[in-house]
């Protein structure tokens, strides 16, 4: 069989499998995946499989008229019977290691297909995907860095382990590079390569040694990237009064960055208010304004790895806790809140004795809403397992804040979303034993189950 014949079965198997999904074809599907692949792509509009299974839910008065506001497991209503065989559909290409966030030429995820298209069931589906394969990337991090600490080399003979079938999102906080991969592109496209090595947002380190601007409105790093914009000070503002509801309690925030959410916390009158920050620049532009003066704060220059053991051998204990940091990951935010805050933030403490508050700034893929609710969704889990009951308030962002205006000389928008999800955590669930969410609903485990 020459390249021609063998090149066009493959796309004739390609076409198949699509058109089985678009049909939501369960038993032709089933059979086509015994040979094929749940991740082939359509030449023309990039579809996979879960796309066109989606995508198929779509009719002519839907394409022009639905456009709707979605919160993930929120479904005003149950799904029709064609939205009902599509689920099924999904499911079982998820099944078959279907990627849960490929892009079509659109740019669009199969989730954001549903959302546009009003299928919140279908929506949440593909969202619960993300949040499963996003936890066993997590698990798996933990398991290569127990084998990296006993062996090196066991550590690499593992590193051949079937690995899952989805592609990880991109986790840092203030989010610049696409929370998504980017579009399959021709390996020999040396493009992406060299926009990696100039983005010192990538590195924590690298990101310290960099060149900092200042200007009214923003903070940018070397690379173009918003370290911080004056937009997010209505967050920054609520961020602290949740923290510090009465005057007289003890802050801790970590990541100065404009100093606005430590402006809105001395606003709270604190009693202490510890600022811990590492980039030279920053500590600088603190020093000229006069925050190394100020009654009753404490300035610790470095990393924060570096500075909470020490805080937490001399039994410092806090009332808030605020975690702002930039060009670190979503694994350091996770340590953060699993390893010290445990060892920082009073149980007894808080207004009235209620305990301690703990909060951070959540823009984990805030550049696309499909992934900002898989990693609203992850962190809570997350946060639950560390023993924090977490509770989420939605709070608008400025309404022109999409307009281009906005983002001049930035490298990329970090935000496209209009809701802000303000989370708080507390020990409550440790000391009632409550779930997560105990006022709303708890969160149900089965959901993430294949």
């Known amino acids: 069989m020459d390249e021609a014949d063998t090149t066009g079965e493959i796309d004739l198997l390609t076409q198949s499998i699509l058109l089985a999904a678009s049909h939501h074809d369960?038993?032709?599907?089933?059979?086509?995946?015994?040979?094929?692949?749940?991740?082939?792509?359509?030449?023309?509009?990039?579809?996979?499989?879960?796309?066109?299974?989606?995508?198929?839910?779509?009719?002519?008065?839907?394409?022009?008229?639905?456009?709707?506001?979605?919160?993930?497991?929120?479904?005003?209503?149950?799904?029709?019977?064609?939205?009902?065989?599509?689920?099924?559909t999904v499911k079982l290409l998820l099944q078959n290691g279907a990627i849960w966030n490929d892009l079509d030429k659109n740019n669009e995820t199969p989730g954001c297909i549903a959302r546009r298209l009003g299928?919140?069931?279908?929506?949440?589906?593909?969202?619960?995907?993300?949040?499963?394969?996003?936890?066993?990337?997590?698990?798996?991090?933990?398991?290569?860095?127990?084998?990296?600490?006993?062996?090196?080399?066991?550590?690499?003979?593992?590193?051949?382990?079937?690995?899952?079938?989805?592609?990880?999102?991109?986790?840092?906080?203030?989010?610049?590079?696409?929370?998504?991969?980017?579009?399959?592109?021709?390996?020999?496209?040396?493009?992406?390569?060299?926009?990696?090595?100039?983005?010192?947002?990538?590195?924590?380190?690298?990101?310290?040694?960099?060149?900092?601007?200042f200007t009214q409105d923003k903070l940018l790093d070397d690379s173009a990237n918003a370290v911080m914009m004056s937009w997010e000070t209505t967050i920054m503002n609520r961020h602290a009064e949740v923290l510090l509801p009465v005057e007289g309690l003890r802050a801790l925030n970590v990541g100065h960055g404009m100093g606005i959410v430590d402006t809105a916390i001395q606003s709270h009158s604190p009693r202490t208010h510890h600022i811990i920050e590492a980039h030279p620049q920053v500590i600088q532009q603190?020093?000229?304004?006069?925050?190394?003066?100020?009654?009753?704060?404490?300035?610790?220059?470095?990393?924060?790895?570096?500075?909470?053991?020490?805080?937490?051998?001399?039994?410092?204990?806090?009332?808030?806790i605020y975690y702002d940091t930039f060009a670190e990951d979503y694994k350091a935010l996770k340590e953060f809140f699993s390893e010290h805050v445990i060892g920082l933030l009073d149980p007894a403490g808080g207004r009235d004795g209620e305990g301690g508050r703990f909060s951070f700034y959540?823009?984990?893929?805030?550049?696309?809403?499909?992934?900002?609710?898989?990693?609203?969704?992850?962190?809570?889990m997350d946060l639950f397992e560390a023993g924090f009951d977490t509770k989420w308030e939605d709070v608008p962002v400025p309404a022109n804040l999409m307009d281009p205006s906005n983002w001049k000389d930035i490298r990329r928008p970090y935000w496209a979303l209009d809701i802000y999800r303000l989370p708080t955590s507390t020990y409550e669930l440790a000391i009632s034993g409550s779930c997560p969410n105990d006022a709303e609903e708890p969160i149900d485990w089965d959901r993430f189950r294949v």
């Not at 470095?302 to 001399?314: F, M, S, T, V, Y």
């Not at 959540?362 to 809570?380: F, H, M, P, W």
Request: hydrophobic share 35%.
């Open 286 to 320: 603190m020093r000229e304004r006069g925050w190394f003066h100020k009654p009753g704060v404490v300035i610790h220059e470095g990393r924060w790895q570096d500075i909470l053991p020490k805080l937490i051998e001399d039994g410092i204990m806090f009332d808030g």
């Open 26 to 88: 369960l038993k032709a599907l089933k059979d086509l995946l015994r040979d094929g692949s749940a991740n082939v792509q359509d030449a023309e509009t990039g579809f996979t499989p879960l796309h066109a299974a989606i995508a198929a839910c779509e009719s002519d008065e839907e394409e022009t008229q639905k456009s709707v506001e979605h919160t993930n497991g929120n479904a005003e209503s149950a799904p029709s019977a064609e939205e009902e065989a599509a689920i099924e």
């Open 119 to 213: 299928l919140n069931a279908l929506y949440d589906v593909v969202v619960d995907a993300g949040v499963r394969a996003e936890l066993l990337f997590g698990r798996l991090d933990e398991y290569q860095a127990l084998n990296d600490s006993e062996d090196d080399e066991d550590a690499q003979e593992g590193s051949d382990a079937t690995q899952p079938t989805t592609q990880p999102m991109e986790k840092d906080q203030h989010q610049i590079e696409p929370s998504i991969p980017e579009p399959r592109e021709d390996p020999k496209d040396g493009a992406a390569a060299s926009e990696v090595v100039d983005d010192v947002s990538l590195d924590n380190k690298t990101y310290l040694r960099s060149a900092l601007t």
């Open 362 to 380: 959540n823009g984990l893929g805030a550049d696309r809403q499909i992934c900002y609710d898989v990693y609203t969704k992850v962190s809570e």
